[in-house]
């Protein structure tokens, strides 16, 4: 898959602990079963209200841990819990740019990955955006003698994306079919942030919107991503 080989590296940015599962699950889930380690760095948790209910971010750290063992993640942390940083992160765009470049990890210096899975640009929300320019700054072109600088760069899309705006063509599917059980079950994980349907976070509508993506070409279940780098 996009050239990786089993022994190789991906490190995927989700802006809060869930965004694994509800975007790039099927892929991570994929990826992990072809050998490939997989760690994941959510960069903001917060307790409040939303939702019509309450975010605890005690609770989503653990469903982020439960989650990430279902898809197969080997290394993760959420980074900011609680503090300012993690209530407004585009206030701090310098730090969050340290934070995916060299934090204490998973992180590009501690994981050296071959893939980094991003939010992908156009996301609805201003934590996604933030997050975006930082992690693409982050992975900017350079010498890779000085900085780990990943050959694979995509973007990914969570169920808001797709479903409450046309977002820009993402020409990069992924077959997500044998793993969507895994998905299914990463999703579930996430019990405080699974919305009923028709809401685009419950998991029929994101199963909805997956099978879509398949029938673009062909297959059960896919995944899209916007492409930034791809060296093969």
């Known amino acids: 898959m996009f050239g990786l080989s089993p022994g190789d590296r991906a490190l995927v940015v989700a802006v809060h602990p869930d965004d694994e599962s509800f975007g790039p699950g099927g892929t991570i889930a ?40 279902a898809l197969g993640v080997s290394g993760r942390a959420i980074a900011w819990t609680d503090t300012d940083h993690a209530r407004n992160p585009g206030a701090f765009l310098p730090d969050l740019i340290t934070l995916i470049e ?11 990955p071959d893939a980094l899975l991003l939010p992908a640009h156009g996301a609805h929300h201003q934590d996604h955006q933030a997050v975006h320019r930082a992690a693409l700054a982050a992975a900017r072109p350079g010498d890779r003698r000085l900085r780990p600088v990943p050959r694979i760069v995509l973007g990914y ?3 808001e994306d797709r479903a409450w705006q046309a977002a820009d063509h993402r020409p990069l599917l992924v077959d997500t079919t044998a793993a969507w059980a895994v998905k299914e079950k990463a999703l579930r994980c996430h019990a405080s ?22 029938a673009a070409c062909g297959v059960g279940t896919a995944e899209r991503f916007a492409i930034y780098r791809m060296e093969v």
Do not use: N
């Open 30 to 69: 994929a990826l992990a079963d072809a050998g490939v380690t997989v760690d994941v760095l959510a960069i903001t948790c917060t307790s409040l209200p939303m939702y019509g209910g309450t975010s605890d971010a005690r609770v989503r750290a653990a469903e982020f841990t439960d989650a990430c063992d």
């Open 102 to 112: 060299s934090g204490a990890g998973p992180s590009l210096r501690t994981s050296a």
């Open 157 to 159: 899309d969570g169920p």
């Open 193 to 214: 942030q699974v919305r009923d349907a028709p809401h685009p976070r419950s998991v029929a509508k994101i199963r909805a919107l997956d099978e879509a993506a398949g």
